[in-house]
């Protein structure tokens, strides 16, 4: 599989309400990307055989940070069905779901990696988790920065 990722970001603070009543500031990151990424055949061949039934596909990040040595966002996904174009062109795609960390470990972070992944949904069996063969890692701004809309 191949795929490319263009990355523009902007990491400010935003105030969240933790239960305790304290609020605590946290970095959201905001991701724009492109993915090219041809998934028509698997380590057996096509990919789609008698036994699939769908495609689970997802964009993930992958960072460490000085309180957690793993973190992990799901930035992305898609469905793919059966009949489905198996080849993607997306072109300045932004996360559907919020890049949140739980403290600051966004800012100033050398080492962002983007992985594209999905999960084969069989019409019966195991679903098997099955990863791209490329990763991106991307630094993060070293300063905030805020915009009026994403």
Do not use: C
């Amino acid at each position: 599989m191949r795929y490319v990722v263009r990355i523009t970001y902007v990491t400010h603070e935003r105030e969240i309400m933790r239960k305790d009543n304290l609020v605590e500031r946290s970095d959201l990151g905001f991701i724009t990307f492109d993915i090219t990424a041809d998934i028509l055949n698997g380590k057996n061949g096509f990919i789609f055989d008698w036994n699939v039934k769908q495609l689970f596909l997802y964009l993930s990040a992958e960072y460490s940070t000085k309180n957690n040595a793993l973190n992990q966002v799901v930035l992305w996904d898609k469905i793919m069905l059966r009949g489905d174009n198996p080849r993607l062109f997306l072109k300045d795609m932004k996360s559907k779901y919020f890049f949140f960390d739980d403290g600051n470990g966004l800012k100033g972070n050398r080492n962002v990696t983007l992985t594209l992944s999905w999960n084969v949904v069989p019409n019966a069996g195991i679903l098997p988790l099955v990863t791209g063969s490329g990763h991106v890692s991307v630094p993060f701004p070293d300063t905030y920065e805020t915009t009026k809309s994403y």
